[in-house]
C-alpha cells in the first residue's frame, strides 16, 4: 500500500511523527509544494494519512506550502480524497470529514498541548499532555504496521488508548473524539 503524509512541518505537532516513521512505501510532505502537487500525489497514493493543526475547514498549512496561508487540504481536496483510504488527525477533523461524508480514521477535538486542555476544560498539567500525545501516537504507528485494516486499528487503539483514561483526563477527553467513517 503507497501511503501519501501530509503533516505540515511544525514543533508542536513533532510528536505525531512515529504514526508513519515506520510505514514502507510512504512519501512524506511536510510543505514547499503547491496543492496541484498535493493532488497529484493523492492520486498516486491508496492511502493518505493527514496530520497536525486544523480546523473544521481543513488541514492548516502552518505557512510551510507556498501561496497557502491557511489549509492546505480543504474542501478543494474532497473529490481527490473520495478514492482513497484516510486518516484525519487535527483538531475538529470530525466536522471537517462529516460535513464532506469521507470515509477514514478521524479525530474531533483532540487535545494536545496545555492551553486547548483548559480550552476544553480539562485539568491536566504538561506530562498528561506529553503521555496521551506519544501514547496516541505510539500506538496507532504500530497498529498501521499491524494491519492494514482501518476498522481494526481504530478498535485497537481505542481499546489501548483508553486504559489510562481514568488517571489521565486529556486521554478521557481524546478517547470520546476517535471515531472510523467507513
Request: glycine residues 8%; proline residues 4%; charged residues 20%.
Amino acid at each position: 500500500m503507497k501511503t501519501l503524509v501530509i503533516h505540515p512541518k511544525d514543533s508542536t505537532t513533532d510528536f505525531l511523527k512515529p504514526i508513519y516513521q515506520a510505514l514502507p512505501d510512504t512519501t512524506v510532505v511536510t510543505g514547499g509544494v503547491f496543492k496541484d502537487e498535493i493532488i497529484d500525489l493523492i492520486m498516486q497514493h491508496d492511502r493518505v494519512i493527514m496530520l497536525g493543526h486544523g480546523t473544521p475547514h481543513g488541514l492548516l498549512a502552518m505557512d510551510q506550502f507556498p501561496g497557502y496561508n491557511w489549509n492546505i487540504i480543504d474542501h478543494n481536496m474532497v473529490p481527490y480524497l473520495r478514492r482513497t483510504e484516510n486518516i484525519f488527525i487535527w483538531c475538529h477533523a470530525n466536522k471537517f470529514v462529516e460535513r464532506h461524508n469521507l470515509k477514514g480514521l478521524y479525530s474531533g477535538m483532540f487535545i494536545s498541548e496545555t492551553s486547548e486542555a483548559t480550552y476544553c476544560g480539562v485539568q491536566a498539567n504538561q506530562d498528561q499532555v506529553d503521555t496521551s500525545n506519544y501514547l496516541f501516537s505510539y500506538l496507532l504507528g504500530a497498529q498501521l504496521l499491524i494491519t492494514p485494516d482501518l476498522d481494526r486499528a481504530h478498535q485497537n487503539v481505542g481499546s489501548q488508548y483508553s486504559i489510562l483514561s481514568e488517571s489521565n483526563k486529556v486521554i478521557g477527553y481524546n478517547s470520546e473524539r476517535w471515531f472510523i467513517n467507513g
